[in-house]
Nanobody, 118 residues
């Protein structure tokens, strides 16, 4: 059974930085495209950044300047570093794992809350 566990969220002051982590188990991690999403209450979930099995790193337009996605296949971990955090970054951040060739094999973590406030 695939399990994704996010961590690293919390309360951060504007201008601060943090790194979110996603620990994956129950899957062959290197076979999965890994993606960070975020969602605010009452809003649609939106893609933030992706780290694909082929080595690509893709970002939503809003994330290109301040977000850095990385993955460690040996440790089955996905990371998201966010710099210069802004109040608009306040969201629940979710980790998603989708098999590169079996799109129905799509898995989500429970999310980690990030709150940016002074």
């Amino acid at each position: 059974q695939v399990r994704l566990v996010e961590s690293g969220g919390g309360l951060v002051q504007p201008g601060g930085s943090l790194t979110l982590s996603c620990a994956a188990s129950g899957l062959m991690f290197s076979d999965y495209d890994m993606v960070w999403y975020r969602q605010a209450p009452g809003k649609r979930r939106e893609l933030v950044a992706a780290a694909t099995t082929g080595g690509s790193r893709n970002y939503a337009n809003f994330a290109k300047a301040r977000f850095t996605v990385s993955r460690d296949n040996a440790a089955a971990m996905l990371f998201l570093r966010v710099d210069d955090l802004q109040p608009d970054d306040t969201d629940v951040y979710y980790c998603n794992a989708r098999h590169w060739n079996v799109f129905s094999d799509d898995n989500w973590g429970q999310g980690t809350q990030v709150t940016v406030s002074s």
